[in-house]
């Protein structure tokens, strides 16, 4: 029995040892008012390199908090997260999106993810601009697509140094506990937007215990494997194209009102063909209509009307992609084979837009990457977490309604999900009904209505 007590408790003091590099305070925040906001404050915060080697080489990753407003109602703090991959959550910290009842009541905090804004940003788009085809034909077309990417991860690799092999979610995840620790938190509440919904649900996964409350709004569903990530996308992109359509049919104020929006749109596609951009850029032009909505865009964008528009996602998304997204899904196409096969699962649900610009564009940047995902996906297991509140877009096309109709399946008990009935991508701002709903959570940990309105356009 002496054997058996003492081989015990030399068990539990082994555990409290392997936790304890990651539950050891992280060192103070040294606050001083950020140069492009006085109003806000920043600061860097200390962690190491690889969360496997604690007391290794450390990397400082930028920070940023607006103070609440109410000190004397203050409820904490509330990470947040822009997504992308690629958004500065530190600018975002401080940015104008939340109302004024959660800026009173919460320290607002961003953490720039690893490779991002202040955080050792990884910068290698001019490496990317110029390859091959991401839409190969043929063998050698594949072939090429994975010298050029193979190429270009090698050489981002070498500019950016050993952070590049440390951006995945699993790490963001640890970035962010150690922030809850250096702030003096027991717990926190989380807003993340799009890709940042990947980073929160890591964190509910790893952190669950730390959580306060959760939102995670036009979720990533991190359970998806290649055929999902593309394909639901691809058929949510259809799904938005036909709202447009209906718009057009039922409003005076769209140029192909009273036409055959489907015929119009099929035959804009034979005109771009013969135009610099070609089919591909109205495709993908119109991708960015729909996920605003601009309706009035899309409508300009097939009547041949001004389509000229700077589109752009996160400054540092096309780089830091490769080093988070590649490492948080297992998007390794091995063969022309297997791209043919994905392409016509895209295809096969997405007739009117031919698939998915962002699934397919994430996908093939991850053609070549060698060896399997830092951050695999998997099957989401948050039981520790709080009730988290899931909110989304009926029609998004580049988060789609069914990932976060997932999320709640397969987190039933302890996930809400509110759904705009609108369009678009980012459902928090978009109606006096959605805002509402999620101030009310974060404020009062109220549970959800099941739906708002979408607010007509």
């Known amino acids: 029995m002496r054997r058996a007590l003492a081989t015990s408790l030399a068990a539990v003091v082994l555990i409290i040892s392997a936790g304890a590099a990651h539950a050891e305070p992280a060192p103070p925040l040294d606050w001083a008012p950020c140069p492009d906001d006085p109003e806000g404050q920043c600061a860097t915060l200390s ?27 203050r409820i904490g703090v509330l990470l947040v997260d822009p997504g992308g991959p690629g958004g500065s959550a530190a600018e975002f910290a401080l940015s104008g999106l939340f109302s004024p009842e959660v800026r009173a009541r919460f320290d607002i905090v961003g953490v720039d993810q690893r490779g991002t804004g202040g955080s050792l940003a990884i910068r290698c788009a001019d490496l990317v601009a110029g390859g091959p085809s991401i839409h190969p034909r043929d063998e050698a077309g594949f072939a090429e697509l994975v010298r050029h990417n193979q190429n270009v991860l090698a050489q981002c690799r070498e500019r950016s140094g050993p952070v590049f092999d440390h951006a995945d979610g699993a790490t963001v995840a640890r970035d962010l506990d150690a922030a809850r620790r250096a702030l003096g938190e027991r717990k926190i509440s989380y807003f993340g937007l799009s890709y940042g919904t990947t980073f ?3 964190y509910a996964e790893l952190f669950g215990r730390n959580v306060r409350a959760m939102v995670l709004d036009s ?10 990530f593309v394909g639901d996308r691809a058929a949510a992109s259809d799904d938005s194209f036909r709202e447009f359509e209906k718009w057009c049919g039922r409003s005076a104020d769209c140029a192909l009102h009273g036409q055959d929006v489907r015929a119009a749109w099929e035959a804009a596609l034979v005109r771009a063909d013969a135009e610099p951009g070609g089919r591909q850029g109205l495709l993908d032009s119109m991708y960015f209509a729909l996920r605003g909505p601009d309706w009035f865009f899309a409508a300009d964008l097939i009547t041949g009307g001004p389509s000229v528009r700077t589109q752009a996602f996160e400054p540092n998304y096309e780089s830091v992609r490769l080093a988070s997204v590649c490492q948080d899904f297992s998007l390794r196409i091995r063969n022309f084979r297997e791209y043919e096969r994905m392409r016509a699962e895209e295809l096969r649900r997405a007739p009117i837009m031919r698939g998915s610009f962002l699934g397919h564009d994430e996908a093939t940047a991850c053609v070549g990457v060698a060896g399997k995902p830092a951050n695999p996906p998997h099957r989401l297991d948050i ?75």
């Open 219 to 228: 979720v990533v569903d991190h359970s998806a494997d290649l055929r999902r």
């Open 47 to 73: 962690v190491p390199l690889d969360w496997k080697k604690p007391d290794g080489p450390r990397i400082d990753l930028a920070i940023a908090r607006h103070q609440a407003t109410d000190p004397a109602r």
């Open 383 to 457: 039981g520790a977490a709080p009730e988290i509140m899931v909110i989304n877009s009926r029609y998004d096309p580049t988060t789609p309604h069914e990932w976060a109709v997932n999320i709640k399946k397969q987190a039933p008990r302890n996930t809400a999900l509110l759904t705009y009935e609108g369009w678009g991508h980012i459902a928090y701002p978009r109606s006096a009904c959605t805002r509402t709903n999620v101030d009310d959570y974060l404020l009062e940990l109220k549970t959800p209505a099941v739906s708002c309105p979408a607010v007509p356009r």
């Open 200 to 202: 929160g649900q890591t």
